[in-house]
């Protein structure tokens, strides 16, 4: 990564945002909004190609590129589209089976709220809820453990999410926890997909907006072979208005001289190599393994798997997990719903002739829909293409 003159209009003169202290507001000044899309605007038109397309790989960045109305702003040569982004949205339906089947059995299955009503091939952890499984909310995976801990009974917790909440999961693993806890690992590792989805000849990405929010503990270093291997310019992205944009006009001015490379748009949380200790205990209690992303692709060491040292908490390991039983009913709705292509960047959520439809959120048809993170989701209440 080199470093470059500051960004016109940017919130501090740079691409810095907010840090302790400082009002948000000043990241969403609307002057200083009009003069980055400005900049974006010159920047697309001196990049010769007939669109500019920029993948940014987080839920958090959709909802405020929707809720700011950020697109509306944009020049009309850039698609901004939103990847694998999501870890509910990602998560496959036979990990989704392998929860509702522990459940089915009797076990205490604690998990995050959006987890809850993400289809299953037959059921979501709400319907075996409804059936009379104990299933139960959770806000962090010291909160399972306190549920272990006031009970005799298995707790299992459904672990999702990518590098940011994996780093917690692994602190509570090596922390001694009750016997009677067990992890049930959906965690998830997102620059092999990234890498993924960049080769993707349909998806064709000129560049990426990466999650700052990841980025704090893996750092931008680690983005440093990704650009290598993808020929593929990143730039790490915070999530105030004012952010995002700066981040854009950082990468298309990258995409535009050709540098390909790694850039830190949000210097204020990200460091080169993150957060040293959170990665150590990531990788001592988990690996990577490969496996499949909700309609995306098949992802090589994308999965986050507990090393075998932590088999005694590892639920895969330690219970028969019945998800053969789980026959599927009638799924031509989820055989139809296109969240696989969203989430690569084929397609936008109002191409499903289900949008707003037969799916909504609330009935669901695919993940994408379900989480607060789930572009379909996100278009459905900021009102369909949300140019605000
Ligand atoms: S888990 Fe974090 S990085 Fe991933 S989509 Fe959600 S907010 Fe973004
Ligand atoms: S609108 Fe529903 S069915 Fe269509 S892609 Fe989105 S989540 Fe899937």
Redesign the pocket.
């Known amino acids: 990564m080199s470093d470059r003159e500051p960004v016109p209009g940017g919130p501090t003169g740079g691409v810095a945002g907010p840090s302790d202290g400082e009002n948000v507001l000043e990241f969403r000044d609307p002057e200083k909004a009009d003069a980055l899309a400005q900049r974006a605007e010159e920047l697309v038109a001196d990049i010769d190609a007939d669109e500019v397309s920029i993948m940014h790989v987080c839920g958090s960045h959709e909802q405020s590129i929707a809720k700011f109305g950020l697109r509306s702003m944009l020049p009309d040569g850039l698609d901004l589209r939103m990847g694998p982004g999501c870890p509910v949205c990602v998560t496959d339906m036979p990990e989704v089976d392998e929860a509702v089947a522990l459940a089915n059995a009797g076990l205490t299955i604690t998990t995050y709220g959006d987890m809850l009503h993400v289809p299953g091939t037959a059921a979501s952890l709400s319907d075996a809820r409804a059936a009379g499984a104990d299933v139960r909310v959770v806000y962090s995976a010291a909160e399972a453990v306190d549920i272990a801990e006031g009970t005799d009974d298995d707790v299992v917790f459904f672990a999702t999410g990518f590098e940011t909440t994996a780093a917690p999961t692994a602190a509570i693993v090596r922390d001694d926890p009750p016997e009677n806890f067990w992890v049930l690992s959906a965690h998830k590792y997102v620059p092999p997909a990234m890498e993924v989805v960049a080769a993707m000849p349909e998806t064709d990405v000129d560049g990426f907006l990466a999650a700052g929010n990841a980025a704090t503990i893996t750092g931008w270093g680690l983005f440093e072979e990704l650009v290598d291997e993808t020929d593929t310019p990143i730039t790490v992205g915070g999530f105030e208005p004012l952010d995002i944009l700066a981040g854009l006009v950082v990468l298309l001015r990258d995409i535009r001289d050709g540098e390909v490379t790694v850039r830190n748009a949000y210097p204020r949380c990200v460091t080169e190599r993150g957060n040293e200790p959170a990665q150590n205990q990531l990788w001592d209690v988990f690996t990577t393994e490969s496996g499949e992303w909700r309609g995306i692709a098949h992802i090589p060491d994308a999965n986050l798997v507990l090393q075998d040292e932590y088999a005694h908490v590892n639920a895969r390991e330690q219970f028969e997990i019945d998800t053969a039983s789980l026959a599927a009913s009638d799924s031509s709705l989820v055989d139809?719903?296109?969240?696989g292509d969203?989430m690569a960047g084929r397609a936008d959520?109002t191409d499903?002739d289900?949008?707003g439809e037969e799916?909504t959120p609330e009935d669901?048809?695919?993940?994408?829909?379900v989480s607060s993170e789930g572009t379909?989701k996100i278009w459905h209440e900021y009102g369909g293409r949300p140019d605000l």
């Open positions: 139809d719903c296109i969240c969203i959520p499903c289900m949008f799916c669901p048809v695919g993940a994408c829909m379909c």
